[in-house]
């Protein structure tokens, strides 16, 4: 099983739409989660953390659950510029970063 | 911005030669990433330097060596280059070390590598 796995998508969604990506890790011992953004050939970007609690950071909502071992990551009223590549990144404290594929999302007019 | 710079942005190379990459990491921070994200891929972690010495390696063979300098800047070192070896190669600063839960990485643009 990978470590961290995501659907590749691509979601296609218009604009407005509700989407939610979800992700699955296996390690257990992992403590901290990531949402980065990556456009069509440039660098990943952070997005947002994910917390325990769940987080909001305008129109994006990250959930952590830690008994299923996956985190989510919502997006209300989608804009065309939301177009990209969201990568799940997990950490389990004395070993790197380790990223999912990615979930292709396209936003259409 | 992040203030992570690297260099070449682009490169073409072939089979059985030999390749340097660099990258300046942003400033005050002292562990410089690399990565190799394959097309259609998340980027694989090959190495991590803290401090000028290797501080982690993911799954990569001896023939992907890396340095680091006083000023935390990076080189990624690729010998006998293959075929598969063509992807872009990230490159990402952060303040601290493997031994943190909550690290933060930032990306420099990237060096498409191709391979022919």
């Known amino acids: 099983r990978k470590e961290v796995e995501q659907d590749p998508g691509p979601f296609n969604v218009p604009e407005g739409a509700t989407v939610a990506f979800n992700c699955t890790y296996s390690n257990s011992a992992s403590q901290s989660f990531f949402w980065y953004r990556q456009d069509c050939r440039k660098e990943p970007k952070l997005l947002m953390s994910v917390y325990s609690s769940g987080n909001e950071d305008g129109r994006f909502t990250a959930q952590l659950n830690r008994a299923s071992q996956y985190i989510s990551l919502l997006i209300r009223d989608s804009k065309l510029s939301d177009s990209a590549t969201y990568l799940c990144?997990?950490?389990?404290?004395?070993?790197?970063?380790?990223f999912g594929k990615g979930t292709r999302l396209s936003v259409i007019a | 911005e992040t203030g992570v710079t690297q260099s070449p942005t682009h490169l073409i190379k072939t089979r059985g030669q030999q390749v340097t990459l660099r990258c300046s990491s942003q400033s005050g921070h002292n562990t410089v990433s690399w990565y190799q994200q394959a097309l259609g891929q998340g980027p694989q972690f090959i190495f991590q330097?803290?401090?000028?010495?290797?501080?982690g390696r993911g799954n990569f063979p001896p023939r992907f060596s890396g340095l680091q300098f006083p000023n935390y800047s990076s080189e990624l070192n690729v010998n006998a280059l293959e075929l598969d070896d063509s992807a872009l190669y990230l490159c990402?600063?952060?303040?601290?070390?493997?031994?943190?839960?909550?690290?933060?990485?930032?990306f420099g643009s990237g060096t498409q590598l191709s391979v022919l």
């Open positions: 990144v997990v950490n389990s404290g004395n070993t790197p970063l380790v």
């Open positions: 330097y803290y401090r000028e010495e290797e501080n």
């Open positions: 990402a600063s952060s303040l601290v070390g493997l031994s943190t839960t909550n690290e933060k990485l930032f």
